[in-house]
């Protein structure tokens, strides 16, 4: 079984900062390619930064220069370093993970999602 668990969400003040964390974990062979997705209330979720195994990394338009997504491969463990905070980045924030478990399949994994609030 493999688990994303995330870590790092909270309230924080409009131009403050938070980083967020999610560590891969249980019967991992390797881990490709991970990133970062958030679903505001009342919208879809929406992509927002992934990163490859060889650090390859790729941004929603509008979220370029305000946030960072690199990754621990020792630690399968992906970060999202999110700077300039606005209001309208308040979401619930996921992981996403594709992990192969043998040498046969390989999976997509969801977080159990980290709340981000960004007061005005």
């Known amino acids: 079984q493999v688990q994303l668990v995330e870590s790092g969400g909270g309230l924080v003040q409009a131009g403050g900062s938070l980083r967020l964390s999610c560590a891969a974990s249980?019967?991992?062979?390797?881990?490709?390619?991970m990133g970062w997705y958030r679903q505001a209330p009342g919208k879809q979720r929406e992509f927002v930064a992934s990163?490859?195994?060889?650090?390859?990394?790729n941004y929603a338009d509008s979220l370029k220069g305000r946030f960072t997504i690199f990754r621990d491969n020792t630690r399968n463990t992906v970060y999202l370093q999110m700077n300039s905070l606005k209001p309208e980045d308040t979401a619930v924030y996921y992981c996403n993970a594709n992990i192969r478990i043998s040498m046969w399949a390989k999976n997509d994994y969801w977080g159990q999602g980290t709340q981000v609030t960004v007061s005005s």
């Open positions: 249980g019967k991992i062979i390797s881990v490709n390619d």
């Open positions: 990163i490859t195994s060889g650090a390859i990394t």
